[in-house]
């Protein structure tokens, strides 16, 4: 199997927002549905080269490593390869970087040595979409996602429902750079111990998505898109609770969600375990406003930071670069 020796790679991935887990029961058979978004504002930019030895550089390069070794041993590829992070997401902040990160190493070998591999198998591969399939729906095509949950056969959740995000609606961000959200080991202790979810409140929050969620997309209606995403993340918040110390991850973002609450922002919410936290707007000034006010009110959290950002409906894209010369290829994920 021969490389592109004179060739390097670059992919660009979107982060994406969790925006919770409709049936974490699974009466019916599939459990761990959910939905999404994709975003702009932050993201992965990777560029692999392959060559005799394994060599990385930039934010999360060793991780990146790890995710290129499985790969050169599951193919049997001859040597390995460099590796130059430009961009990465916070680690642990509820906005997809571990997968991001291992789908955009997995589509840059792939393309470097003219590998023929589906994003939903690479996933399998490299172990991303264990629960919620958004991150691997995020990266192959952006949008507004809904997954099917993991059947008894599953790999990784099939997307059911995309839909593009509003082009003129923005999304407000809490950030919190004191905290992080459970991952590894404790998030799965979590899983392993909370109580049984309800068929009556998965029944529930499934009349959200198709009553309100994605109507509300459909028809341009942020007032009903975010009347379901509320009344999914006050569900899903309080089954979490017990794992995450409250409704919210950071007792500082959970201060500024109920503000935003309070000044019916619609949609507001937290990313996965967090501790990013949210809140949808129907216009960049409304958002760029909001974001000014709660920097003028919140000067006694000065761990929070503020960022305003579109969806992103493009999933991520690859550059398929010609050393010494200005040949280039773009081209989507697939």
Known sequence: MLYHKNQNVTVRAPARLHLGFVDLGGALGRKFISAGIAIEGFGTAITVKAQKKFEATGPGSERALNFARTLYEKWNLDGGCKVTVHESIPEHSGLGSGTQLALSMGAGIAHLWEIDVDIMELADMLGRGARSGIGVAAFQQGGVI??????????????????????????????????????????????????????????????????????????????????????????????????????????AVAQVIEYLAE????????????????????????????????????????????????????????LLNEENSQAHSTQRVV
């Open 146 to 251: 809904v997954d099917g949950g993991r059947g008894p056969q599953t790999r990784v959740p099939p997307t059911i429902v995309r839909h593009p995000f509003p082009e003129a609606w923005r999304i407000l961000l809490v950030l919190d750079q004191s905290d992080s959200g459970l991952h590894g080991p404790t998030e799965s202790d979590a899983f392993s111990t909370l109580p049984r979810f309800s068929d009556q409140c998965a029944g529930f929050l499934s009349r959200q998505v198709l009553a309100r969620i994605l109507p509300g997309i459909v028809e341009n209606n942020i007032r009903e898109f975010g009347l379901g995403i509320s009344e999914i993340q006050a569900r899903v918040g309080d089954y979490f609770a017990p794992a995450q110390g409250g409704r919210y991850t950071s007792a």
């Open 263 to 318: 000044n019916e922002v619609p949609g507001v919410g937290q990313s996965s375990w967090g501790p990013t936290g949210f809140g949808f707007f129907d216009s960049d000034t409304a958002a760029h406003s909001m974001l000014r006010e709660l920097q003028t009110r919140f000067t006694h959290l000065p761990q929070l930071g503020y960022k305003v950002v579109k969806g992103d409906n493009r999933g991520a894209t690859v």
